[in-house]
């Protein structure tokens, strides 16, 4: 598995009139980590991973596999693996799970078939599935294992990354679980390199090794999945964090869920179409101008995150950390 590198990718749906929903990203999928990339919706999360995948075309910037620009490799088999949240619309319906696994195989020659029939079933064990589940069709197994024959299928094309998208939304809560179990055993055998998103924190850190949260079509903060968790430094990962039901409420501050505070906090998202100036936040953020109006500079500037490991896009970020980690990188 190799190295994932966004460099200031942007994407622009829809001409003069329409809208940018990614712009200027900068993240990197190192070599066998997951980067769990999380932000409310519409917040350009699917648009990203469908430009790396190369079904949505860049307006901007590159993305480069390994140092090489994925557009040069046109016409070679696309190196990324996605999963969709849906394994229903992913799988065709009249082909046998093992057949559906075998597509993705490149296995040609002599004695190919017989190698073929020992890879699927090699994969549907290593997916947690009887290996017998090769005859099965999609009609007949559970949304929870359809997840895992996609994921089954996706390590099949030996792929240098994965693309994780929205996984484990469709299936049941009871379902979650086993699903990022499997994603985390996974990982940690084959040192898989993977792009994990979801909309919800509690979900993503469960996986990933690093995170990145996106806002209105840029990275507001990202860093250590550890470092993210207990130190956020942005407002809306504070905001993401409050909502997950744990021990990571006890780091949130009383500013977080002072009510005054929290009627900003729970304003709706912006008009991607017509995104705030300055910081796109400035509209929701509880230590922002609304709030606080002598934060002009919020309305005006648009911050930058620093090349920190752990960077957040906030004229105040340092506010946010714990007395005596200000400055940490
Ligand atoms: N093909 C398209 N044409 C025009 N606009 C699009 C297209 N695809 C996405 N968008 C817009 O781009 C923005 C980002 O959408 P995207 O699907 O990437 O968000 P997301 O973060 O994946 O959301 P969700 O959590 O709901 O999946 C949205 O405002 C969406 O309406
Ligand atoms: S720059 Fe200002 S408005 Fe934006 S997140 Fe930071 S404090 Fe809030
Ligand atoms: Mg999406």
Known sequence: MSELRFEQVSVRFGGRRGMTAVDGVDLVVPRGQVVGLVGESGSGKSTLARAAAGLTPLSGGRILLKGQPLSTRQGERRPLQMV?????????????????IAESLSLYGKGAKAKRTAEVQRLLEMVGLDPQRAFSYPGQMSGGQLQRVALARALAGQPE??????????????????????????????????????????????????????????????GPAEQILSNPQHPYTKDLLAAVPSHTRSSLTPMAIDPAVRAVNDAEPADPHHPPSGCRYHMRCPIGPLVLPGRGICKESDPAAEDHQHAAACHFADELLPAGKAGLS
């Open 84 to 100: 969709f949240q849906d394994p229903h619309s992913s799988l065709n319906p009249r082909m046998s799970i093992g057949d559906s």
């Open 161 to 222: 990354v994965i693309i994780a998208d929205e996984i484990t939304s469709a299936l049941d809560v009871s379902v979650q679980g086993t699903v990022l179990n499997l994603v985390r055993d996974l990982q940690r055998e084959l040192r898989l390199s993977m792009l994990f998103i979801s909309h919800n924190l509690a979900v993503v850190r469960y996986v990933a090794d690093r995170i990145a949260v996106m806002y209105l079509g840029r990275i507001v903060e990202q």
